[in-house]
């Protein structure tokens, strides 16, 4: 199975600060065949299910805010919050869909300094 | 819109078997792969396998071999899962998820259930 590691476990900003959390994957996750990641992104809130916000590594889903980016590739990917809002106040988790099983990250708890 | 809604909370004694609906509505219930997951109080995300509604098809997580029954009723557009032999560690929240590829298994989930907590205590 593919581990998928990120990092900081957890992350305090300011409001209007960026905020990035990193994920490494133990293989990579690249398919040359279609030039793309398998890695996504999700948001959850405290008592909701996660919410799909990224995917192909850096592809928002439709109706996410454009705040929200994500970069990377083969093994080492980013989150970026370009300036948080009081809303953004959640765990993060990557996941790779690369291969099955699909595996998250530990997660990332966002809070507000 | 798409929803998917779970059954209600349930209380389970240890070695029992607990069995969680999870109804589709706003599309094409047999045309996009269902998926559980698994999420332990205050911990991380784990898949338990998927089911293909229009099929019957399942696949399942090597943790879940032998203790995880996936199946649907498409009259009704319900997916289900249901966990036997029941344990203190299996204390968790489940949640259905859809397939974001139609009629495909890409492993990438666009709709969640809301969830359903799972109790196991003597």
């Known amino acids: 199975d593919i581990v998928m590691t990120q990092s900081p476990d957890s992350l305090t900003v300011s409001l209007g600060e960026r905020a990035t959390i990193s994920c490494k994957s133990s293989q990579n996750v690249f398919y040359s065949s279609n030039n793309k990641s398998y890695l996504t992104w999700y948001q959850q809130k405290p008592g909701q299910p996660p919410k799909l916000l990224i995917y192909?590594?850096?592809t928002r889903e439709s109706g996410v805010p454009d705040r929200f980016s994500g970069s990377g590739s083969g093994t080492d990917f980013t989150l970026t919050i370009s300036t948080l809002q009081a809303e953004d106040v959640a765990v993060y988790y990557c996941?790779?869909?690369?291969?099955?099983?699909?595996?998250f990250g530990q997660g990332t708890r966002l809070e507000i300094k | 819109q798409v929803q998917l809604v779970q059954s209600g909370a349930e209380v389970k004694k240890p070695g029992a078997s607990v069995k969680v609906s999870c109804k589709a509505s706003?599309?094409?219930?047999?045309?996009?792969?269902m998926h559980w997951v698994r999420q332990a109080p205050g911990q991380g995300l784990e898949w338990m396998g998927w089911?293909?509604?229009?099929?019957?098809?399942?696949k399942y997580a090597q943790n879940f071999q032998g203790r995880v029954t996936m199946t649907r009723d498409m009259s009704i557009s319900t997916a289900y899962m249901e966990l036997s032999s029941l344990r203190s560690d299996d204390t968790a929240v489940f949640y259905c998820a859809r397939d974001r590829s139609y009629s495909n298994s890409r492993l990438l989930f666009d709709f969640w259930g809301q969830g359903t907590l799972v109790t196991v205590s003597s």
């Open positions: 706003g599309y094409t219930f047999t045309g996009y792969y």
């Open positions: 996941q790779q869909y690369y291969s099955a099983p699909p595996t």
């Open positions: 192909w590594a850096s």
């Open positions: 089911i293909n509604p229009s099929s019957g098809a399942t």
